[in-house]
């Protein structure tokens, strides 16, 4: 839960570099599918009922995040699949052409974009809940004091008795215009009281305080700001 100041617009090539350049990618993967639901409930309900596309694609879990605050339209849905890493999920999305789904389908939403998510902080467990969700823009020569940092917030706001608290920070992979030039920062507490518990703490002068404000110094800008629920509904056989 970040908030920057503003900075110039990153060139592509920059991106590319940054992107690439980054010793510390971690294991794992997403793929996401960014559409806009003409009913949210029906169509969730609708994906929940037929999770052979997710063994199709060889997801190892999957689920979806609904924005409820900071939409950037009605009926906002990011349908998320998790792999074990980035060959696995780019692979997993050639398989599926979401702007090519099935009549039924098509007419429950509106599909967006896609995009391939590779983590540069992981989280320590795959357990979605209240998530604030940020597009970040950070230089390259922050990014890794920054994944230090959000690392040991992380530790310091669990032991301070948030301990369903994580984070994460992701890089798109083909994500297009919407994703170029920024990072997807995720903190997750397990539902709405205990998010927050968390930001009240914050403005309480908690402990973790200052590991906080030293994140955000290192964070250039903040492009987007929204919270979601997030649920997994599908978990691949062993």
């Known amino acids: 839960f970040l908030i920057g100041d503003k900075m110039n ?4 090539i ?3 570099v940054l992107t690439f350049s980054m010793s510390a990618i971690s294991e794992g993967a997403f793929t996401t599918v960014m559409v806009s639901a003409k009913n949210t409930d029906a169509y969730i309900e609708s994906v929940k009922s037929n999770t052979a596309l997710y063994e199709a694609i060889g997801a190892d879990a999957a689920g979806y995040c609904e924005t409820i605050s900071g939409r950037d339209y009605m009926g906002q849905l990011m349908m998320w699949s998790a792999f074990s890493d980035v060959t696995s999920a780019l692979q997993g999305a050639s398989k599926y052409d979401p702007s090519k789904a099935p ?10 974009y896609g995009a391939t998510w590779a983590p540069i902080k992981p989280f320590p467990r795959l357990d979605p809940g209240y998530e ?14 920054l994944v230090q940092v959000v690392t040991r917030l992380e530790k310091e706001v669990q032991a301070a008795g948030h301990d369903t608290f ?7 992979i083909g994500g297009g215009a919407t994703e170029a030039g920024t990072y997807y920062l995720k903190s997750i507490t397990s539902n709405v009281d205990t998010h927050g518990a968390l ?9 973790w305080g200052n590991t906080y404000r030293e994140a955000l110094l290192l964070v250039d800008d903040v492009v987007n700001d ?10 691949a056989s062993k």
């Open 199 to 207: 930001i009240d703490d914050y403005f309480a002068g908690a402990s």
């Open 14 to 16: 920059s991106i590319f």
């Open 132 to 145: 604030r969700a940020m597009r970040i823009k950070v230089s390259r020569a922050n990014l890794p004091k």
């Open 103 to 112: 009549k039924e389908m098509s007419k429950m939403r509106e599909f967006k």
């Open 9 to 12: 617009k990153t060139k592509l």
């Open 226 to 235: 929204q919270f979601e629920v997030c649920e997994q509904f599908y978990t």
């Open 166 to 172: 994580m984070n994460g920070l992701f890089v798109a």
